[in-house]
């Protein structure tokens, strides 16, 4: 049975960014794959059109390989893997093999799709409850 590739656990990466743990996630928020998630689980994700690749998106437009998402210790970058239309982040155009910075809730574009990038820490200690009175 073939795994589905929109959705996956969350793991932490071996340099926890910031000293606190994150949930890494792309988020497509257009496109023929709207509402889809992935969970960036490892320091590197391959975003394109073929099964192969760690988030596979059904965007003709979209290459089988289109772009790489990298996560080294706390900063989180994009590569245009030499995709056939090419890749916007924040509407300004990615150079081809060029590594540029993301930050929480940039928009990456690939041929039809549009893409949130979220980098949201979580707390480890527990939110304490207000206490109940009647």
Known sequence: MA???RTTDVILIDETPFGTPFVLALAVVAGPDRHA??????????VGR???TDFALQDP???????????????FSL???????GTLLNSQVVTEGTRVRLKNFDE?????????FVANRFRIEPIPSPAYTE
């Open 3 to 5: 795994r589905n590739k």
């Open 37 to 46: 998630m992935h969970r960036i689980i490892q320091a590197e994700t391959v």
């Open 50 to 52: 073929s099964p192969e």
């Open 61 to 75: 437009l979209i290459s089988d390989r289109h772009i790489s998402v990298r996560a080294t210790g706390n900063l």
């Open 79 to 85: 590569v245009d893997l030499g995709s056939t239309n």
């Open 108 to 116: 990456i574009e690939l041929g039809s799709t549009r893409i949130l």
